[in-house]
Structure formats: structure tokens, C-alpha cells
């Protein structure tokens, strides 16, 4: 193999690294793909890291020690959240969106690639510290952000059912309360495998009203011995303001529907603005 | 500004264009971006074309013309191709995965990250030149590969539901037979907003047994004159050997299952192992 250029080890390393976001690459990792040296390589990662800066592209962190190296996390600047929720506010406040029964519809934004994973990098971002082992969702409308989610953390996702299948093994089953008035009672079931207890858990869904299903997912952890580090959902409703869960991170805070228009405003939500 | 070298040029552009797989990026967006001659923007290119070749990190393609640029594809070669699915297939042919009525567990390895990717990339190369609009997936299991299938085409995902859900405005419901001796009929619904006629569906689902559900997404494509382009699975069962869809793409075949041991022989297609 010719000798490496830095051109080429640079363009190298900016596709791995931000391939596997979350994933702590070690110095070897590098000096042994491309047969330079150590200091060689930390020049490299020092370039990459003021050039993502530079174009808004990520941040690179670098670990010290023996057990160092280096993380690539996809975290989006102020201006990047800021723009990226307002367009999918005004996208999600367009007539002809309300249904009936006030539901919004909301599948072609929290199913397009390049916003849920704008979304999922946006809700990473509150959790990085948290560590949590999975994130979990309910099936179905939230798979896909709480999917690009996991994907930044770098951990797996894990979905609750809304009944035990026979091709997922034992479950643990509980009933939670859904509806705004709390006069639902629904299933929701997850295997005995797909967690372990002692873990955390980063609970991601799409939607919250009255954070009945939210509730429920938390009810459904403690059943796993599994302690829930966060709850995050792309749209929360301004009303009911008392939610069944304390301290979600909604994205973006829908007040009001013109059922005329058959609108809602959407608008992101207050610390999408903070720096 | 300073003056941006080509370094930086290049682990910028690498991380542009590979964040956004299959999509068509001119070379004006990139003169725009740093504020180069065009000339020195194709050189860039063509040394990020030659290194990802290098390291099996996807192929880069110029395209000529007054609409020309160039787009990203994560194509993994033979090699990565066969090592990743030999590792998935060994995982799923540990004991214990076998679950009574000879369901196979598979559902930490679809909703892992990496796992969920790299089968996506894979997936996503068979159907680059039939240029579907959309990939159309069936709650639930198969969201995520179908995401990721979605995200390296750069299209929507759509997902058929079990039922038309009241947040989903009117919709499409039709039956579908299920089951290997056809015994049961089950429905499927999708929102009539989803798709538009005229479009083109690529189908990729989690398992195929009969291609009952599969068979059923067909049917669904044609209520909403969408032509479908292909249909992809993650494990597609030997037995029986007659499906309901013809020309399926499998990742893995699962040809026998020991009760005793809990396990089933996973292996992955022959096709995997062609040039």
C-alpha cells in the first residue's frame, strides 16, 4: 500500500468516525488502518475537529488516557436546532393537517429520513451524558425518531408491543391508562430478553397529550428493574398542562387547532432557543 | 474566512455527502461552501472518490452534465458484504433463539443500529437503478431495517398499519391471507395520504414465510396504483418453497430448526456471495 496522504487519512477517518456516532474510536483504531503514527493521527483528529466545528458538522471529542480516544457526537448548534425545528413547525402547522378527533397528522415528517434524524440528534444531544443502554418506543409512530436516536447514542432500540407475540417469547404485560379523561385502559407488553435489569433506559415517542402511554412505559420499566434517565417526544400538547410524566423534552409544543382550517400551531419548543 | 486547504475541504465534503446518502449534490453547493473554483472542487472529489475506494466506505459517482454533480452511496463491497452477514447469521443461529411454534427471536438484532445499517446498505444496493419514491414497510418488526433501507435511498418510509388509525386520516383498508395454509385472514390499512399514484414502492419486510404479508402489501400498492419495484426481506424461511410473491430478496435463509437445541440454521443468501 503507498503511504497514506493526510487528504486521504482525513477524508477516511470523517466517514468513520461519523458513521458510528457515540462510538469511542481508539488512536490504534486509526494508526493501524492507515500504518501512520500516533502523533501523526492526533494531528488528523485535531483538523477534523476544528474543521466540523468550523462548518457545523458534529462535534469531535477527544478522551484522554489509557482507555482514550475519540467520539464523534452529530450535536447540531443553536442556529442548526433553531432552523431545523422551525421548518418542520411551519411544515406541521399547514391547513388540511388536522383530522378529525383534533389529531394531527404527523407520519410523512416523523417517517422522512433526514427530519427524523435531525430529530434524533436534536433529543441525543439532552441525553449524552445520561448514558442510557437503549431507548425505548412504543410502536409504532415514534419508531423511526427514537430509531435515529439510538442510532446517535449508539445503543439499541427497543420497542414495546401493544400485545405479547408469539415470535418475541415471555413477556411481561402491564395495562396503563390512555385518554385524556384517563378512561382507556390499554395493553402494553415487551419481551423478557430484550432488556436486562440494572440497565437505563431513554424513553423516546412521538407524541404526548396526556402522557398516558409515556406513563406507561416508565410502569413498564420498573417492572424490569430498568431506571428510565429520560423522556423525550417530538410533539407535546400545551394542554392538558398536567402531564402523567414529569420532565419530557418535547421538540415542538402544539397550542392551538383552527378546525376550520383544519390547521394546529406547532411551534418548537422554548429551549430549542436556549444556548 | 481564512483560506479553507484542502484537508478541510475534504473531511467536510466527506461528512456532507455520506450524511446524506443517494443524494445529488452539485458542485456549486461545495464551490458555494468554500469558496473554491470548481476545478479544485473535482479535484477534491476525485481524492474522496479514490480513498473511500480504498477503504471500502461506499463509492462516490460524478454525474456530467448542466444537472450534474456528485452522490454518495454506501455500496459495500463483496467482502463487507459477506463478513457482515455471516456474523449476523451466526448470532441468529445460536441456541435459545428458537421459540415455541418454531418462531425465531430476532428482534434485537433488526433494531440494533449498526446491524439495522449495514442491512439497509445492503438492501438499498439491489434497488438504486429501479429508483423508488418510497420504501413500504408492515408494522412493526421491520421499521427499522426498512428505515435504514429508506434513509440510503434517501426516500420516505411508509408504513402499512394493522389498522386505519384515527390520526391517520381516511384510509386504504384491505384483507390479506396469512399463515402457511392460508387460514387466516388479517387486514391492512394505510393512510390515503401516504403515497401518490404513479409512484414506485420498494416492499422490505423483517421475515418471509409464505409471503402472505408481503403478498398483501402488493395488493395494497395496487389499490393506490403504485407500481412496486422490488421486495426485500431480512430472513426468508427454505420451507415452504412456493412464496406468495416471486423475485423476493433475501438478506439470510433459515433452512432448518433444531427444537431441542432452540436454534434454526441461519445462512446468508447465495446471491451475498456473488461478484
Same mark, same amino acid.
Given at each position: 500500500?503507498?503511504? %497514506?496522504?493526510?487528504?486521504?487519512?482525513?477524508?477516511?477517518?470523517?466517514? =468513520? #468516525?461519523?458513521?458510528?456516532?457515540?462510538?469511542?474510536?481508539?488512536?490504534?483504531?486509526? !494508526?493501524?488502518?492507515?500504518?501512520?503514527?500516533? @502523533?501523526?493521527?492526533?494531528?488528523?483528529? @485535531?483538523?477534523?475537529?476544528?474543521?466540523?466545528?468550523?462548518?457545523? #458538522?458534529?462535534?469531535?471529542? !477527544? /478522551?484522554?488516557?489509557?482507555?482514550?480516544?475519540?467520539?464523534?457526537?452529530?450535536?447540531?448548534?443553536? *442556529?442548526?436546532?433553531?432552523?431545523?425545528?422551525?421548518?418542520?413547525?411551519?411544515?406541521?402547522?399547514?391547513?388540511?393537517? #388536522?383530522?378529525?378527533?383534533?389529531?394531527?397528522?404527523?407520519?410523512?415528517?416523523?417517517?422522512?429520513?433526514?427530519? @427524523?434524524?435531525?430529530?434524533?440528534? %436534536?433529543?441525543?444531544?439532552?441525553?449524552? *451524558?445520561?448514558?442510557?443502554?437503549?431507548?425505548?418506543?412504543?410502536?409504532?409512530?415514534?419508531?423511526?425518531?427514537?430509531?435515529?436516536?439510538?442510532?446517535?447514542?449508539? =445503543?439499541? #432500540? =427497543?420497542?414495546?408491543?401493544?400485545?405479547?407475540?408469539?415470535? *418475541?417469547?415471555?413477556?411481561?404485560?402491564?395495562?396503563?391508562?390512555?385518554?385524556?379523561?384517563?378512561?382507556?385502559?390499554?395493553?402494553?407488553?415487551?419481551?423478557?430478553?430484550?432488556?436486562?435489569?440494572?440497565?437505563?433506559?431513554? %424513553?423516546?415517542?412521538?407524541?404526548?397529550?396526556?402522557?398516558?402511554?409515556?406513563?406507561?412505559?416508565?410502569?413498564?420499566?420498573?417492572?424490569?428493574? =430498568?431506571?428510565?434517565?429520560?423522556?423525550?417526544?417530538?410533539?407535546?400538547?400545551?394542554?392538558?398542562?398536567?402531564?402523567?410524566?414529569?420532565?419530557?423534552?418535547?421538540?415542538?409544543?402544539?397550542?392551538?387547532?383552527?378546525?376550520?382550517?383544519? @390547521?394546529?400551531? /406547532?411551534?418548537?419548543?422554548?429551549?430549542?432557543?436556549?444556548?
Amino acid at each position: 500500500m503507498d503511504r %497514506i496522504k493526510r487528504n486521504e487519512r482525513l477524508a477516511a477517518m470523517a466517514r =468513520v #468516525l461519523t458513521g458510528t456516532p457515540n462510538r469511542l474510536y481508539t488512536l490504534s483504531h486509526f !494508526t493501524e488502518m492507515f500504518g501512520a503514527a500516533k @502523533s501523526t493521527v492526533s494531528e488528523d483528529l @485535531s483538523i477534523l475537529a476544528d474543521t466540523f466545528a468550523q462548518f457545523d #458538522l458534529g462535534r469531535l471529542s !477527544t /478522551v484522554a488516557g489509557a482507555a482514550g480516544g475519540v467520539i464523534y457526537r452529530a450535536i447540531p448548534s443553536r *442556529e442548526k436546532r433553531i432552523a431545523a425545528l422551525e421548518e418542520l413547525s411551519r411544515r406541521l402547522s399547514r391547513p388540511g393537517r #388536522l383530522l378529525p378527533g383534533d389529531f394531527l397528522y404527523t407520519t410523512d415528517i416523523t417517517c422522512d429520513s433526514d427530519a @427524523s434524524e435531525i430529530m434524533g440528534e %436534536i433529543l441525543a444531544c439532552r441525553y449524552y *451524558e445520561k448514558n442510557p443502554n437503549f431507548v425505548l418506543t412504543m410502536e409504532t409512530k415514534g419508531i423511526p425518531v427514537a430509531m435515529m436516536t439510538a442510532k446517535m447514542l449508539n =445503543v439499541p #432500540l =427497543v420497542i414495546a408491543r401493544r400485545d405479547s407475540k408469539a415470535y *418475541e417469547g415471555s413477556a411481561v404485560k402491564i395495562n396503563y391508562i390512555s385518554g385524556e379523561t384517563g378512561d382507556r385502559i390499554e395493553t402494553m407488553a415487551l419481551a423478557r430478553r430484550a432488556v436486562t435489569p440494572g440497565q437505563k433506559a431513554l %424513553i423516546i415517542d412521538d407524541f404526548m397529550k396526556g402522557g398516558g402511554t409515556l406513563r406507561g412505559m416508565h410502569d413498564l420499566m420498573r417492572e424490569f428493574d =430498568v431506571e428510565v434517565v429520560g423522556t423525550g417526544v417530538v410533539i407535546a400538547t400545551a394542554e392538558p398542562h398536567l402531564k402523567r410524566v414529569d420532565g419530557v423534552t418535547a421538540l415542538m409544543v402544539l397550542s392551538e387547532v383552527d378546525r376550520d382550517r383544519g @390547521s394546529a400551531v /406547532v411551534k418548537p419548543s422554548d429551549w430549542i432557543y436556549e444556548d
